[in-house]
């Protein structure tokens, strides 16, 4: 059954703020991906704002334009909630049934989730731990309604069938454990350069850590040489923070992103990083690239091939 599963098809689709990008991929197994269609178009201006759809019907045409230009015909779909909106949180409660967990979160959903009183929407997912312990550990995950319907709506309009919303850091954490750039025991730092912000995602032994948005202003090519270096800076005191928050050495810095699919940022953040960490890291710390070692994904589309991947992949 679930391996019927895993041979589906499904396309991830990424939604930013000047470029959708769209990626179908059949998952047979972590390692094992068949990409059928990778595409992109410009995000159509007015029909996002920082990650909330103001026009559907815009954003509809976007999309439509991102799956004609990769060739794509599938129809079911995984979409993501902008870094910035979304909520991460582990959490520790007494031992008890899940669902009993989701109803009681669900009723004081204001003490856990920061914007519940306008509406949010949620999961759990429980982490190992030994059946003598009095208390269980829980991954947190939430957006804000508004925003989930929003993206759910612009899909529709757009042909599309959501079977899942995700966000984007674990869809991230999940695309780079399918390149093999993922140490399951140790400790990884995720940075997706986007056109408009750089998210920074922390990760021990595959639990989300720390989560931050930087704003990445003035990023055209006439600006980069200026503008970049104030945000890099930025992301190494973002580290710096990260690496008292893991428990384990912190082992590889991934880089995804990309304004148009260019790699630029990410090799001249690589370099960067390197000549400020490096001295303060295990021998086998590394920055790179969130490379496909296929090449058959663009380093642009990384967050959406994680969305086309099923989490039940690596569980």
Same mark, same amino acid.
């Given at each position: 059954?679930?391996?019927?599963?895993?041979?589906?098809?499904?396309?991830?689709?990424? %939604?930013?703020?000047?470029?959708?990008?769209?990626? *179908?991929?059949?998952?047979?197994?972590?390692?094992?991906? $068949?990409? %059928?269609?990778?595409?992109?178009? *410009?995000?159509?201006?007015?029909?996002?704002?920082?990650?909330?759809?103001?026009?559907?019907?815009?954003?509809? $045409?976007?999309?439509?334009?991102?799956?004609?230009?990769?060739?794509? /015909?599938?129809?079911?779909?995984?979409?993501?909630?902008?870094?910035?909106?979304?909520?991460?949180?582990?959490?520790?409660?007494?031992?008890?049934?899940?669902?009993?967990?989701?109803?009681?979160?669900?009723?004081?959903?204001?003490?856990?989730?920061?914007?519940?009183?306008?509406?949010?929407?949620?999961?759990?997912?429980?982490?190992?731990?030994?059946?003598?312990?009095?208390?269980?550990?829980?991954?947190?995950?939430?957006?804000?309604?508004? /925003?989930?319907?929003?993206?759910?709506?612009?899909?529709?309009?757009?042909?599309?069938?959501?079977?899942?919303?995700?966000?984007?850091?674990? &869809?991230?954490?999940?695309?780079?454990?399918? /390149?093999?750039?993922?140490?399951?025991?140790?400790?990884?730092?995720?940075?997706?350069?986007?056109?408009?912000?750089?998210?920074?995602?922390?990760?021990?032994?595959?639990?989300?850590?720390?989560?931050?948005?930087?704003?990445?202003?003035?990023?055209?090519? *006439?600006?980069? &040489?200026?503008? /970049?270096?104030?945000?890099?800076?930025?992301?190494?005191?973002?580290?710096?923070?990260?690496?008292?928050?893991?428990?384990?050495?912190?082992?590889?810095?991934?880089?995804?992103?990309?304004?148009?699919?260019?790699?630029?940022?990410?090799?001249?953040?690589?370099?960067?990083?390197?000549?400020?960490?490096?001295?303060?890291?295990?021998?086998?710390?590394?920055?790179?690239?969130?490379?496909?070692?296929?090449?058959?994904?663009?380093?642009?589309?990384?967050?959406?091939?994680?969305?086309?991947?099923?989490?039940?992949?690596?569980?």
């Amino acid at each position: 059954m679930l391996e019927r599963w895993f041979r589906r098809s499904l396309v991830g689709v990424d %939604i930013g703020s000047r470029a959708i990008k769209v990626i *179908e991929v059949e998952a047979q197994a972590p390692d094992r991906l $068949r990409v %059928i269609g990778v595409g992109s178009a *410009e995000t159509p201006p007015g029909a996002l704002e920082r990650g909330q759809v103001r026009e559907p019907q815009l954003l509809a $045409r976007g999309i439509r334009e991102a799956l004609a230009q990769g060739k794509i /015909t599938q129809r079911r779909a995984a979409l993501a909630v902008s870094a910035h909106l979304g909520f991460i949180r582990r959490l520790s409660f007494p031992r008890m049934p899940l669902k009993e967990l989701r109803a009681s979160i669900e009723l004081q959903a204001e003490r856990y989730i920061p914007f519940a009183h306008d509406g949010a929407v949620f999961d759990i997912h429980p982490l190992p731990s030994g059946d003598e312990q009095p208390e269980m550990s829980v991954v947190l995950a939430a957006a804000p309604r508004s /925003t989930v319907t929003g993206l759910m709506t612009a899909a529709r309009l757009a042909g599309l069938a959501a079977e899942r919303v995700d966000l984007e850091p674990l &869809a991230l954490y999940r695309a780079a454990a399918a /390149t093999g750039q993922i140490l399951p025991d140790g400790a990884v730092a995720l940075v997706d350069l986007g056109a408009s912000a750089a998210v920074i995602s922390l990760f021990d032994a595959g639990v989300p850590v720390v989560s931050r948005v930087l704003d990445m202003p003035n990023l055209e090519q *006439e600006a980069r &040489a200026e503008g /970049t270096e104030e945000i890099f800076w930025d992301i190494r005191r973002s580290l710096e923070f990260a690496l008292t928050q893991v428990s384990v050495p912190l082992s590889r810095v991934l880089v995804a992103g990309g304004v148009g699919g260019d790699d630029y940022l990410a090799l001249s953040l690589a370099a960067y990083l390197r000549s400020f960490l490096a001295n303060r890291l295990p021998g086998d710390f590394a920055v790179q690239p969130m490379r496909d070692p296929g090449d058959r994904v663009p380093l642009s589309h990384m967050l959406a091939l994680g969305l086309s991947l099923p989490p039940e992949l690596f569980t």
